[in-house]
């Protein structure tokens, strides 16, 4: 089986998009940067550029990706895991009608569903792809958070040196907004209750440090 990599030869770094964090906003901005889409091929064993347009969402690995750099998009999992649920609702599951809820349920009810997605997800043995990057054994040298973009942007030197950063652009296309769900506008904080946030904390708390997001968000 194939696999696609955003990937830049000349800086050494390759890039990995966790389901849910802007990847589809970070993809075009890197791109922008100079990175280019590579195909690692299984049968042949070879890393190679393609001009096949995509990427997935696993950290897959190439021959010697332990020599290179690794950027990760990043997203606080309060927000992530409710984008998720909206996403599986919204877009997604409909197409074989098992819906989580509807937006005709009450906010009550939408909660309960909620915990209850939650407590799916963590009882798997086998990690569900919205929790994927909580537990990777590699930690990125550089994270792209969607609720800091710009700044973290900023912090990759060779991306900070680009004619993209310096004209202002890329600070521009880090205030746009990408794949806005305009079917469940309930703000994210009235699916949270102290339980859902322990529950979510105690699964991610690592993360949480290690990327500076607060415990006490939702409040």
Not at 124 to 150: D, G, I, K, M
Request: aromatic residues 18%; positive net charge.
């Amino acid at each position: 089986m194939d696999e696609f990599f955003l990937f830049s030869e000349e800086h050494g770094v390759y890039v990995w998009f966790p389901s849910k964090t802007g990847s589809n906003h970070s993809y075009k901005v890197l791109k922008s940067c100079g990175f280019k889409n590579y195909m690692y091929s299984r049968k042949s064993n070879s890393l190679s550029p393609t001009n096949l347009d995509g990427y997935g969402h696993s950290l897959s690995k190439f021959p010697g990706n332990e020599h290179y750099s690794l950027i990760s998009t990043a997203r606080h999992p309060y927000t992530r895991l409710v984008s998720y649920f909206k996403f599986l609702n919204c877009f997604t599951v409909k197409k074989n009608k098992q819906l989580y809820y509807t937006i005709s349920d009450s906010l009550e009810e939408r909660k309960f569903k909620f915990r209850s997605f939650l407590n799916e997800m963590f009882a798997l043995t086998l990690n569900h792809p919205a929790l994927e990057s909580y537990n990777t054994t590699r930690v990125p040298n550089f994270f792209l958070r969607v609720e800091n973009l710009y700044e973290d942007y900023c912090k990759i030197p060779f991306i900070f040196s680009t004619i993209f950063r310096s004209s202002g652009e890329l600070e521009k296309v880090c205030l746009k907004k990408e794949n806005e769900n305009k079917i469940d506008l309930t703000p994210w904080q009235e699916y949270f209750d102290q339980y859902t946030a322990d529950l979510i904390y105690s699964k991610t708390e690592n993360y949480c440090n290690l990327l500076g997001y607060d415990k006490d968000i939702w409040k």
